[in-house]
């Protein structure tokens, strides 16, 4: 069965760096493009875009562009999320999803990471 | 960007009643627009996809439909397990967007 099973929460400082993983299992990782969502506490979600796991290729939405990478580890089926210079509104919940067979809307979902900005 | 108005923000329905939440597309999406459940402190679950069709596993009391860039999902027979938080998400172009949510409580 398809699983996408994230890395733990995370406690961090302003202006320090978060990796976040994705494990993927159950398909083939390189088929089918991974996406990342933001949640923050009490929120809505954002989506902040995708890396296609073929080419390792990135696409940022608007707002996560800049200190914000997607990455791939594709012999261990991994996706990351890496978050430099962390500021207090990157305090959230974030998704990794996997795309639906071509189409991008996402019936598997990664159990959430939080990740906690407080000094 | 293409804007997705849902609506209510919140509703209060009685177990078995119908209840009906609406996404309002800002432009022609096609039927590029799926639902999700999302319960407290959870990865959100598919429900509708393609506008209409029903995900793998999501009871078929669940329903949506598409009046041109208005799109509803309709639960049937509301019951307990039900509740949450809904959001539509559009599909059609990047950069992809969710509903602002509709949380659904049992009256």
């Known amino acids: 069965q398809i699983q996408l099973v994230q890395s733990g929460p995370e406690l961090k400082k302003p202006g320090e760096s978060v990796k976040i993983s994705c494990k993927a299992s159950g398909y083939t990782f390189t088929d089918y493009a991974m996406h990342w969502v933001k949640q923050a506490p009490g929120k809505g979600l954002k989506w902040m875009g995708w890396?296609?796991?073929?080419?390792?290729?990135?696409t940022y939405a608007d707002d996560f562009k800049g200190r914000f990478v997607f990455s791939l580890e594709a012999s261990a089926s991994t996706a990351n999320l890496q978050i430099s210079n962390l500021k207090n509104e990157d305090t959230a919940t974030y998704f990794c999803?996997?795309?639906?067979?071509?189409?991008?809307?996402?019936?598997?979902w990664g159990q959430g990471t939080l990740v906690t900005v407080s000094s | 960007d293409i804007q997705m108005t849902q609506s209510p923000a919140s509703l209060s329905a009685s177990l078995e009643e119908i209840v009906t939440i609406t996404c309002q597309a800002s432009q022609d999406i096609g039927n590029w627009l799926a639902w999700y459940q999302q319960k407290p402190g959870k990865s959100p679950q598919l429900l509708i996809y393609?506008?209409?069709s029903l995900a793998d596993g999501v009871p078929s009391r669940f329903s949506g439909s598409r009046s041109g860039t208005q799109y509803s999902l309709k639960i049937s027979r509301l019951q307990v397990e039900d509740i949450g938080i809904y959001y539509c998400?559009?599909?059609?172009?990047?950069?992809?967007?969710f509903g602002s949510g509709t949380k659904l409580e049992i009256k």
């Open positions: 393609g506008a209409t």
């Open positions: 890396i296609n796991t073929y080419t390792g290729k990135p």
């Open positions: 998400q559009q599909a059609s172009s990047a950069p992809l967007t």
């Open positions: 999803a996997k795309e639906d067979n071509n189409y991008d809307w996402f019936a598997y």
